[in-house]
């Protein structure tokens, strides 16, 4: 046995000494035989040591033990085809292309459909040496039926993939996997390999599904660790974060979890983090053309065009055809808002590597982003008839069919677009709040954005996913915007309540002015503070979602920093935070220094200025003033209501316990919101109705802001209607319904206590939140309608009967009269004949619309 197999042999790498003899075995027939026999038994010793180098070989790699891979493929000599290929990736994976040009070349010429031909098809790959690599490739790929064991299998299928192959290489995933059940090692290659190919076609709950089944088999397999860093990227960035460390902590040299954390980085605004990072990638391979890439776009971002063009130079010395370069700067361009930029990269990309289906995709995303939805279908059908399997380009696809369909409305300077089935009842509501909003912000900020605006309304939340980012899921978002496009879902999107979709569509018009008038370079958390805050402008009760939550992490110490305020944006612990703190922050500039301010510093952000630069110009204070004028105000305003909120030790009251005790723990926790309400409730359940509204009126005074059918004043309301003490629960109710503006459950119980105690504001607050949050209850519009004809509201009458037809309700020819008598009063003589006419087409003898129909024609 070589050296090396003993080495194998003392590391239980192998199971024990190949092709020896048995003792006593019989003699030969013939020499010839005898012969044959030997030599098969040579050559069977000789594949399963090789196989079993290259699986040692592997799994030193993958645990970041380079070195001994190193030693293991040099023990087998310089002839030797899998020692070639192990030192090849290896080279490779430094960037010597050449060392691994001189070893992978020649082990491919003699075992074409090797380990090494394989490693030498993927190194012309990185050189963008298409067609050779391809020849080099075809018989690796090719030899699925003449292998046997689970590691050609994984080497076919690894080849047809790096050949675009994708279902072939599905398939043969799948199968290595299953042969290679009794390996842990080769379980984890095959699995990680196989997660790579799902992120290819952009399915990244797969590939994390994969890269998770690697780590079961082998915790310990880096690139696993990394390529689940790469599938949490989107959803979960700093699991993605912890992912990538792991995977360094194992194995240092892995190029592409150090680029990782410093995409990480710059996604959450941390420029300067990611430089770290970054170098390490670059020290590890100098010719990593990922890494300048990212050099690269790093450089464009900042607008260092000689920086950005030595990156862009050193990355095509390596690969002359790497549209990715381009494809890689266009996509954090557009993650910094510069989507007209992302535009013009992504059609170098195109332009530079037009085989390329990938560029051609992110060319499709990007123009979507600018409104050019006619260039985008091109872009994805080229896309798609390159590559069917790309779930982004598919989704994208399937997505403009259902746009084809959708009505469009003219909004001013701006196109709204609903889907038919909710356009009729919908229309009343969106076009005039895009309306409003354009107008509203025009004059407010004293510019006029750039059009087309075009604003996309879906009732499926996973259309308006697809229509922002490609793929189904995004489900802590509501809208986005791209400066001219804004999408959101419709209130069909989710259940009604769960969401306002007018707080969502105001939130998302605002961001139109922002990023425009900053000339797309605008600072996250001013953007998304100045969106919160044009809500609370809008409806003061829209802003105030996160307060509560705000309070907690005040008392908790947990708010971020200003300076580091970008960063919550991109951490789901954080992001709700996130948004009112930076809602915050804008009010106070604004009350402090006025609304020009923030018009100011949005000019200033446009003109290149960092977040210091513009708050000097629109302040004369820097950012650290800012942190202390805002802690003053935080405490001011939310030390007191964070306090409240906290629970206090060991408060539980034992099941069964009588009156006494939740009194008295309301008594010992006089200033503790949970205590109070566990005392109210307590109290509630054992049939003490004062004491338990005392309770909850004592948390009310506490948590004034408190709203949601759990609330002290929802609590208090319930147990003065089931008394009989209708005026006290209409008060409560109607003050909870004012400020919850997603409580359609709320304004709903409103509405009988207001019709009993005569209430019309109250009545008229519970069918304007209702209709808000639920455009398609046609039986609401209706109630709202007689209600503003009962007050001689003409103009809110007729819309709420034209939105009652529209939503389809279950007798149209009373609506159809409703909206003739408004649109008479209204002077709309024309129009009332109309709707007349159409409930006497439903049914001619109808008497109200005969005596309509009569007063109209007698002119009276």
């Not at 292309?97 to 074409?112: H, I, R, T």
């Not at 042969?179 to 992120?199: M, R, Y």
């Not at 779930?391 to 696809?397: A, K, R």
């Not at 709420?800 to 409703?818: K, W």
Request: proline residues 5%; neutral net charge; contains cysteine.
């Amino acid at each position: 046995m070589r050296q090396v197999g003993a080495a194998l042999l003392a590391a239980g790498l192998v199971a024990g000494a190949p092709g020896l003899p048995a003792a006593g075995a019989a003699r030969a027939p013939s020499q010839d035989a005898a012969a044959k026999a030997e030599a098969a038994r040579a050559d069977a010793a000789r594949v399963q040591e090789e196989r079993d180098v290259l699986r040692a070989a592997a799994r030193a790699v993958a645990h970041g033990q380079r070195d001994q891979a190193e030693a293991l493929a040099r023990a087998r000599g310089d002839r030797d085809e899998a020692g070639a290929a192990v030192r090849a990736r290896l080279a490779a994976d430094r960037g010597d292309f050449d060392a691994a040009a001189a070893l992978a070349a020649p082990a491919s010429a003699a075992a074409p459909a090797g380990e090494a031909a394989l490693e030498w098809g993927l190194i012309l790959l990185q050189q963008g040496k298409k067609a050779e690599a391809r020849r080099v490739l075809a018989p690796v790929a090719g030899g699925a039926r003449s292998v046997t064991t689970a590691d050609g299998l994984l080497r076919v299928a690894r080849a047809a993939r790096a050949l675009g192959q994708v279902r072939t290489a599905n398939a043969l995933f799948r199968e290595t996997v299953a042969a290679a059940a009794k390996d842990p090692g080769l379980v984890a290659a095959a699995n990680t390999a196989w997660g790579d190919l799902f992120l290819d076609t952009h399915d990244p709950a797969n590939a994390a599904a994969s890269f998770r089944a690697a780590l079961a088999a082998d915790g310990e397999w880096a690139p696993a660790h990394a390529g689940l860093a790469r599938a949490l990227a989107n959803e979960n960035p700093p699991a993605a974060a912890a992912a990538a460390r792991r995977a360094i902590g194992i194995d240092p040299a892995l190029v592409g979890a150090h680029l990782l954390l410093a995409s990480a980085a710059l996604d959450a605004g941390k420029t300067a983090d990611a430089q770290a990072p970054l170098a390490r990638a670059l020290a590890i391979n100098p010719n990593s053309t990922d890494a300048h890439a990212l050099t690269a776009a790093i450089a464009y971002v900042g607008g260092r065009t000689s920086d950005y063009e030595a990156a862009a130079a050193q990355a095509l010395a390596v690969n002359p055809v790497f549209g990715d370069l381009y494809r890689i700067v266009a996509s954090h361009a557009a993650g910094n808002y510069r989507y007209d930029d992302a535009v013009v990269m992504a059609r170098r990309a195109v332009a530079l590597e037009p085989d390329n289906p990938r560029t051609h995709a992110d060319l499709g995303l990007h123009l979507l982003r600018v409104g050019d939805e006619r260039g985008a279908r091109r872009a994805l059908e080229t896309a798609f008839r390159a590559d069917a399997y790309d779930l982004i380009t598919y989704n994208l696809l399937q997505m403009l069919d259902t746009l084809d369909g959708f009505e469009s409305f003219e909004a001013g300077r701006a196109t709204v677009r609903l889907d038919p089935a909710e356009a009729p009842a919908l229309r009343h509501y969106a076009v005039p709040m895009v309306k409003d909003a354009m107008a509203q912000m025009t004059e407010r900020y004293g510019f006029e954005p750039q059009g087309p605006i075009l604003v996309e309304i879906f009732p499926k939340h996973d259309d308006f996913a697809v229509r922002t980012q490609g793929l189904p899921g995004l489900l802590g978002a509501l809208g986005a915007s791209f400066g001219r496009v804004v999408t959101l879902g419709s209130p069909r999107a989710r259940p009604p309540g769960d969401f306002n979709w007018q707080a969502t569509l105001w939130h998302e018009m605002a961001h139109v002015f922002t990023l425009q008038l900053s000339n797309y370079r605008v600072p996250r958390w001013l953007t998304e503070g100045i969106s919160v805050y044009e809500e609370g402008l809008r409806r003061p009760e829209w802003a105030r979602d996160s307060e509560l939550a705000f309070a907690r992490a005040w008392a908790d110490k947990r708010v971020l920093p200003l300076a580091d305020l970008n960063s919550g944006f991109t951490r789901p612990d954080m992001v709700e935070l996130a948004y009112f703190q930076a809602s915050l922050v804008v009010s106070l500039i604004a009350n402090r220094h006025g609304h020009a301010a923030l018009t100011t510093m949005l000019r200033a952000a446009g003109d290149g200025a960092d977040t210091e630069a513009a708050l000097h110009k629109a302040t004369g204070r820097g950012l650290a003033d800012l942190q202390r004028d805002f802690d003053a105000m935080a405490a001011e305003r939310y030390a007191a209501l964070g306090r409240a909120l906290q629970a206090p030790d060991s408060f539980e009251l034992p099941p069964g316990a009588d009156v006494a005790a939740p009194k008295a723990l309301a008594a010992r926790h006089a200033g503790s919101y949970p205590a109070q309400m566990a005392a109210g409730q307590a109290l509630a359940a054992a049939g003490a109705r004062v004491d338990a509204i005392a309770a909850f009126e004592r948390a009310a005074a506490l948590v004034p802001s408190a709203v949601g059918a759990s609330s002290p004043r929802a609590q208090i309301a319930a147990l003065a209607d089931r008394a009989g003490d209708y005026p006290r629960a209409l008060r409560e109710l109607k003050a909870l319904v004012g400020d919850d503006h997603t409580g359609i459950e709320l304004a709903r119980a409103l509405v009988p206590l207001a019709r009993r105690l005569g209430d019309q504001d109250a009545l008229a607050l519970a069918y304007e939140r209702i209709v808000t949050l639920d455009p398609f209850d046609a039986a609401a519009h209706s109630a709202y309608g007689r209600l503003a004809w009962e007050r001689r509201d003409l103009p809110l009458a007729v819309r709420e009967f034209h939105a009652a037809i529209d939503a389809g309700p279950v007798d149209p020819v009373p609506a159809q009269c409703d909206l003739a008598d408004a649109l008479l009063a209204s002077g709309a003589r024309a129009e009332a004949k109309r709707a007349v006419l159409a409930a006497l087409e439903a049914a001619p003898t109808y008497e109200r619309a005969q005596r309509l129909l009569l007063r109209i024609v007698e002119g009276k």
